[in-house]
């Protein structure tokens, strides 16, 4: 009995066939182009990310006995895709390029559109930490409706990327509980959408919600008819195959650690790679100003989600080591790590080397917790030096504001008696034991890294045997509270000897976040 989890990230498309221990049996990965063609503006292809998830899929079966599969799940990015009245993908370039019909998630085009929003009164604001995003719907489809009228006149259909991906598989305009809470201002408890809101931030003519979905399921649920006729013969699956209700990519990935977790509300999950998604469950409604949510059975079933994050972190850091002129592409983590440790005399020694250079890597805004989309990235300390000595410096104390970063967002949930005993992590940044140790050391948690690679692709496969089993994914999971995980992760701890370092750095970071905000306030009084 076997599953398969796509994961459509914000890099590639990625493949797994997962057996009903969730143990990985092989994986397949495609490259995905992510196209940046104007300040802020970020888009990809539906065609080819539709191919990369058929020819993975391909691979992954090219061994296997096509009637072994029992079901079928997937996870995306919370991108937008909008369809026409056949179903097609349209172009949400500003310049009408044909093949740009994916607005990605990191796309901040619509900041003057968020700002309308937000100034809106509509009870809806508070499930988003107080504010909406650039990076989430409301302010993109307003920026659709201003910017590209021949487009919003067509649009028969605006999906989140991972309903997208469903509506391919199945041809069910089914939207997933998880993405229209979490991206889309739907608020369940509350009724579900909210006209007024639609109606006052001027998206009237979608008051009747035909075209943002009004068939709104669990992710994990079977959706009806399962894999299409045409879908099966493009994916080489059997028509049928049970395809379960999709997940937002950070939230499949927290499915799936919560399965490394002896119970759902202990453990903090963080999904770092190109941003970083900071997720956490918790028994009951908690409104938190500059942290999403909480969101309503969108992970597990009667559990209330709250999400911070950064948006540019494993981005940050490229950008950084990328820029700096002594670096070159062949310098992976662990050779940088390696080198840091020859400068100095023990580790102790290693991280106290940065006690005077700061980095604050908030490059492409501040997701939470203060939720400010113009913040950008700063540093202090900086000399003349160009060496590969000052690379390994700057590359450590950005691993440093990263940790940093995530200390800041579980500072504003301790203010809310939000607490954790532990900290499980997967994505790109997962890999590099450094950071792990610091981010251990700077949180003052232990740090569970799941050595099953692809998190995001365990998630879906779960949503797959959801649907497989028509079971609730809380009973999929099963926490017993007894687990011995020991043996399936590696951990971290805090080093008791740098708690006071950190504890000196976070002060450092802290204060040089709200200094950039009173710059901001100083000079847009004389740039007007």
């Not at 604001?125 to 910017?147: D, H, I, R, T």
Request: proline share 5%; aromatic share 8%.
């Amino acid at each position: 009995m076997t599953f398969i989890g796509i994961d459509v990230g914000t890099q590639s498309v990625r493949a797994s066939l997962i057996d009903n221990l969730g143990h990985e049996l092989v994986t397949s990965t495609k490259p995905l182009t992510v196209y940046n063609s104007k300040k802020d503006h970020f888009e990809q292809s539906c065609d080819e990310i539709w191919e990369g998830v058929c020819s993975t899929v391909h691979f992954i079966l090219k061994d296997v006995n096509h009637e072994n599969i029992r079901g079928i799940g997937f996870d995306a990015t919370c991108s937008m895709v909008i369809t026409d009245i056949v179903g097609e993908p349209l172009s949400v370039s500003q310049d009408g390029l044909g093949d740009r019909t994916c607005l990605m998630w990191m796309d901040h085009r619509a900041e003057a559109e968020t700002c309308i929003i937000n100034s809106s009164k509509s009870p809806v604001l508070k499930y988003v930490g107080g504010c909406f995003s650039p990076e989430q719907q409301p302010p993109k489809l307003l920026w659709v409706k201003n910017n590209l009228p021949q487009v919003w006149s067509k649009a028969k259909n605006f999906f989140d990327l991972p309903d997208w991906l469903t509506y391919k598989a199945a041809g069910s305009t089914v939207r997933s509980l998880c993405s229209v809470t979490c991206k889309w201002g739907y608020v369940a408890h509350r009724g579900g959408w909210d006209k007024e809101f639609l109606k006052e931030i001027g998206l009237d003519d979608l008051s009747d919600f035909k075209k943002i979905g009004t068939d709104i399921l669990s992710p994990g649920t079977p959706i009806p008819g399962g894999l299409s006729e045409k879908a099966s013969q493009e994916l080489g699956l059997l028509p049928h195959t049970p395809v379960g209700v999709s997940m937002i990519d950070a939230h499949a990935g927290t499915l799936a650690m919560l399965s490394y977790s002896p119970d759902p509300f202990g453990s903090l999950c963080v999904i770092s790679g190109t941003s970083t998604c900071i997720m956490g469950l918790n028994v009951s409604e908690k409104l938190i100003e500059g942290i999403w949510g909480p969101y309503e059975s969108v992970v597990l079933p009667n559990t209330w989600l709250f999400e911070g994050g950064q948006t540019s972190a494993g981005s940050a850091l490229d950008h950084i080591l990328k820029s700096h002129p002594s670096y070159s592409p062949e310098m992976e983590f662990s050779f940088l790590n390696s080198k840091i440790g020859d400068l100095s005399d023990g580790d102790l020694a290693l991280h106290k080397q940065t006690a005077h250079l700061h980095i604050q890597p908030d490059m492409h805004g501040n997701r939470s917790p203060l939720a400010l989309a113009w913040f950008r990235g700063m540093a202090c300390g900086l000399g003349l030096s160009s060496d590969f000595e000052n690379l390994l410096l700057t590359y450590l104390a950005a691993l440093q504001g990263l940790a940093l970063g995530i200390r800041f967002v579980l500072e504003r949930l301790k203010e809310h008696e939000i607490t954790f005993d532990r900290m499980i992590i997967c994505g790109g940044l997962a890999a590099n034991s450094l950071y792990l140790q610091i981010l251990s050391t700077v949180t003052k948690l232990p740090v569970i890294r799941p050595k099953f690679v692809n998190m995001m692709c365990m998630g879906s496969g779960l949503l797959a045997k959801s649907a497989a089993e028509n079971k609730p994914l809380s009973d999929i999971l099963g926490f017993d509270g007894e687990s011995d995980i020991s043996t399936v992760t590696d951990a971290f701890y805090p080093v008791e000897n740098l708690v006071d370092f950190y504890d000196a750095k976070y002060k450092v970071y802290h204060k040089m976040t709200f200094d950039q905000i009173e710059y901001k306030k100083y000079m847009s009084l004389h740039s007007q």
